[in-house]
């Protein structure tokens, strides 16, 4: 890691991110960053506890003359999305993340930075640590598992916490004030299909999508960025009476559009040059209509020797077809909050082998009536595909509340700081708000952060200029908390 990450203004959020970043912190394994934050706490003789599902709660005392304000928590997720380029050799279990400046920017070689949330958990622990900023009494809040299921926020008791107010430190854009957020559920379809030995006349072709920017699949599915698996589905559709399947590995997470997919597939010789022709053509208008979002996409495919085993033809086309019918991308836009994406779907995640499938999909909205309009519709199609669906890791969304007392807090010290007005938004990601607040509904809450571009991807950039401007707004919000 670059030593001027730690050289950077504020010096103690950057060098309380680089001690984050030290730590490696995949969703589901958090057990040393979870020590670490215990660590933290006790290391500065802070009241110090991890709740039942692994939750890090840190206490500390409100500032001389501060005691009348509110409690506050000060919330932010400790796992992160892990996400390399391909050429990238990196091991996300055992190393830390490499930093590097470029400009006005903290990047990472190769790999996802972990600024979401990082950053905020950094703030945090900058103002738990300090001894110069005024605060009332905090809880800080760390949460698991934020990344894949939002497990951390579910598990929450609704005893635990005293505060009236939380401040989620979770938004990618320093201008915005976030007051709302979608809720979520994953769909997975599964099917199995037995193997046919492939003919003696058979030829193979591997066939790769690569180089897609990917990216938040809640924040970033408004751009219409190219989908790994939609686009390899296009191209298994335009050959799909002359294929048969072998196998498939597109995507990743769920909560990341898919930026790879590659596949095996199994034609007859005497289709060879049909096949070749079609996917020629096919990857040409594939990529006339990507030329401006895509610059980078690459789509190929070659020869390669024939495996043992397929999927037949029907099956193959079955597969195709159900991907086919199945949206990805913006379903339908909010009708109160201009330019808000109300309800949208990712095809996160298919994977074909060795007899069985298993296709994984995000539906995100912020209408519960809607989430499952979208759920249900894109259920019936695999099911028509004699597909098994299951609905799991459903969360609600967060409903805005425009008269709390800590939204006119924070946007009238924004625009006194900044002599500008903030962008007050809902957004289309899973925000732990909505989970937190089912168990705390009386609690206010509202969501700010810097400006972080390209989360969940290996594109993803820090500004530090925008985490000035956050440090500054946050000191100043904490000053101005409402008394009791």
């Given amino acids: 890691m670059s030593t001027d990450i730690r050289n950077i203004e504020p010096k103690t ?49 409100a500032t001389s003359g501060m ?48 600024a979401d949330n990082g950053l905020g958990v950094a703030a945090i622990m900058a103002v738990l640590s300090s001894t110069d900023i005024p605060h009332p009494a905090i809880e800080g809040l760390f949460t698991i598992d934020e990344e894949t299921g939002m497990t951390g926020a579910m598990g929450l008791e609704g005893n635990v916490l005293e505060g009236e107010i939380l401040l989620n430190l979770d938004t990618e854009e320093d201008d915005e004030i976030g007051i709302g957020c979608a809720g979520g559920v994953d769909i997975t379809a599964t099917g199995s299909y037995k193997e046919e030995i492939t003919r003696e006349d058979d030829i193979a ?61 199994v034609t007859d010789r005497n289709n060879d040059r049909f096949v070749e022709l079609s996917l020629l053509e096919e990857i040409k208008k594939i990529k006339a209509e990507f030329k401006t979002l895509e610059s980078n996409l690459e789509i190929e495919f070659s020869t390669t020797s024939t495996p043992k085993q397929k999927m037949n033809k029907e099956n193959s086309a079955n597969l195709i077809k159900a991907i086919y019918a199945t949206l990805n991308g913006v379903y339908r836009m909010s009708p109160d909050v201009d330019g808000l994406v109300e309800t949208s779907n990712n095809v996160a995640r298919v994977i074909v082998k060795e007899g069985q499938i298993k296709i994984g999909c995000l539906t995100r909205s912020s209408s519960e009536s809607n989430k499952w309009d979208l759920a249900n519709a894109i259920k019936s199609a695999f099911e028509l595909a004699n597909y098994s669906v299951e609905f799991s890791g459903e969360y609600p969304g967060w409903l805005p509340n425009m008269n709390s007392s800590i939204l006119k807090t924070v946007e009238s010290t924004y625009i006194k700081l900044f002599n500008e007005q903030p962008n007050v938004a809902a957004c289309h990601a899973g925000l732990e708000c909505g989970i937190l607040g089912q168990n705390y509904p009386d609690m206010e809450m509202i969501s700010f952060g810097p400006n972080i571009k390209g989360a969940h991807s290996p594109d993803e950039k820090a500004q530090i200029s925008s985490t000035q401007k956050f440090w500054k707004l946050l000191k100043e919000v904490l000053k101005n908390i409402p008394e009791k």
């Fill in 205 to 265: 072709y591997q066939v790769s999508v690569k180089g897609l920017n990917g990216g938040h699949s809640g924040m970033d599915i408004i751009k219409g960025l190219g989908n790994a698996n939609k686009i390899m589905n296009r191209l298994l559709y335009s050959v799909i009476n002359a294929i048969e399947i072998a196998e498939i590995k597109g995507g990743s997470l769920r909560n990341v559009i898919p930026r790879e997919s590659f596949a095996t597939i």
């Fill in 13 to 61: 959020v950057w060098n309380h991110f680089a001690d984050l970043n030290a730590v490696p912190r995949p969703s589901k394994k958090e057990e040393r960053v979870i020590q670490f934050m215990v660590d933290f706490g006790k290391s500065l003789n802070l009241e110090t506890s991890v709740d039942k599902v692994g939750n890090v709660i840190i206490k500390k005392p």
């Fill in 67 to 114: 005691e009348k304000r509110k409690k506050i928590v000060m919330q932010g997720h400790i796992d992160m999305v892990h996400q390399k380029n391909t050429d990238t050799v990196f091991d996300f279990d055992s190393q830390g993340i490499q930093m590097f400046v470029d400009g006005d920017w903290v990047k990472a070689k190769g790999t996802t930075l972990g």
